[in-house]
Nanobody, 126 residues
Framework: QVQLVESGGGLVLAGGSLRLSCAASGGTFNTYTMGWFRQSPGEERKFVAAVNWSGGSTFYADSVKGRFTISRDNTKNTVYLQMNSLKPEDTAVYYC???????????????????WGQGTQVTVSS
């Protein structure tokens, strides 16, 4: 059974940086688009970024464009989210997810992703 496990969250001051990792195990990784989403209490899970199967194409939510970078290493079955210039409004639980196969690029809705990690908390203090 394929599993996704996130790590790298924590508490950081505004303006700081964090790098999240998402390791996949138990199945095929390098043929899927991967994405990062985030969710704050009482809010819907929101798209953050996506990377295609090869890493050659990326897409970002406007709120993080220019500050966050998504990448992947298919030799390590891992996807990353480098977060710079963090703001208090970036505070959320961050989830990595595997996009459902057969969909066009890019896909931004949480229901278009069928496999999820458990999430990692990111807290940005002002």
């Amino acid at each position: 059974q394929v599993q996704l496990v996130e790590s790298g969250g924590g508490l950081v001051l505004a303006g700081g940086s964090l790098r999240l990792s998402c390791a996949a195990s138990g199945g095929t990784f390098n043929t899927y688009t991967m994405g990062w989403f985030r969710q704050s209490p009482g809010e819907e899970r929101k798209f953050v970024a996506a990377v295609n199967w090869s890493g050659g194409s990326t897409f970002y939510a406007d709120s993080v464009k220019g500050r966050f970078t998504i990448s992947r290493d298919n030799t390590k079955n891992t996807v990353y989210l480098q977060m710079n210039s963090l703001k208090p409004e970036d505070t959320a639980v961050y989830y990595c997810a595997r996009q459902n196969i057969g969909l066009s690029w890019p896909r931004l809705r949480h229901y278009e992703y069928g496999l999820w990690g458990q999430g990692t908390q990111v807290t940005v203090s002002s």
